[in-house]
């Protein structure tokens, strides 16, 4: 069984970045990143294949870029102009049904 390890996620103020990284134990041909905000139900924001073809969900594109190196065995998630709205724990996943344990991004003054 693949195993998934994010990294990352941390406090930011509105307006800043993180990158998120998400390192998988093998190669998983489609990996992305969902996120559960307190409360509400996990949600997708983007996701990979291995030859680079991105997803994304519809209000995620203009602020969040996904990426990754197949050498490494890494997916990253680029967040920029985050909003508060973006507080949520962000879960790797790779296809169909691997995911990490998650990492927590708080965006707030």
């Known amino acids: 069984q693949v195993q998934l390890v994010e990294s990352g996620g941390g406090s930011v103020q509105p307006g800043g970045s993180l990158r998120l990284s998400c390192v998988a134990s093998?190669?998983?041909?489609?990996m992305g990143w969902y996120r559960q905000a307190p409360g509400k139900e996990r949600e997708l924001v983007a996701t990979?294949?291995?030859?680079?073809?991105?997803n994304y969900a519809d209000s995620m594109q203009d602020r969040f870029t996904i990426f990754r190196d197949n050498i490494k065995n890494t997916i990253y998630l680029q967040m920029n102009s985050l909003k508060p709205e973006d507080t949520a724990v962000y879960y790797c996943?790779?296809?169909?049904?691997?995911w990490g344990k998650g990492t927590l991004v708080t965006v707030s003054l």
């Open positions: 996943n790779g296809s169909p049904n691997v």
């Open positions: 990979i294949t291995y030859g680079g073809f991105a």
């Open positions: 093998g190669t998983i041909f489609t």
